[in-house]
């Protein structure tokens, strides 16, 4: 089964499956409704020193990839509750950043070997 992602501003729909929103902060501007979340696990999050280092820079994707894999690799209980949902089913990893070619939802996709049980 392959990860899917996407915007939280994006309108969810059925081929979503479980919503797992993968941001330490609540999207702006949107009701725990209208973003249509399952779950949050927002400590999968890359850290704020982390997130506040990349912010979003391009320039800074490849070291920002390698940080957020040593981050993920030591962060066991959260891998483990993202394995257990995506052996569930069908799910999208949901994030709220604008550029969707650099965020961390993408290295989770990207990386998907470490979240297969």
């Known amino acids: 089964m392959k990860i899917r992602i996407k915007r939280v501003y994006e309108q969810p729909d059925k081929n979503d499956g479980r919503r797992i929103l993968v941001d330490r902060i609540w999207p702006r501007g949107l009701t725990k409704e ?17 997130r506040k280092w990349f912010n979003h820079d391009p320039g800074k994707w490849d070291e920002f990839k390698e940080k957020y894999l040593a981050e993920l690799k030591g962060n066991s209980e959260q891998v483990r509750l993202l394995k257990q949902e995506l052996d569930k089913g069908n799910a999208t990893l949901v994030y709220a950043a604008k550029d969707e070619k650099h965020n961390q939802a993408v290295v989770i996709q990207e990386n998907s070997a470490l979240f297969r049980g």
């Open 34 to 50: 209208k973003a249509s979340i399952d779950l949050w696990l927002k400590d999968i999050a890359p850290s704020a020193e982390l």
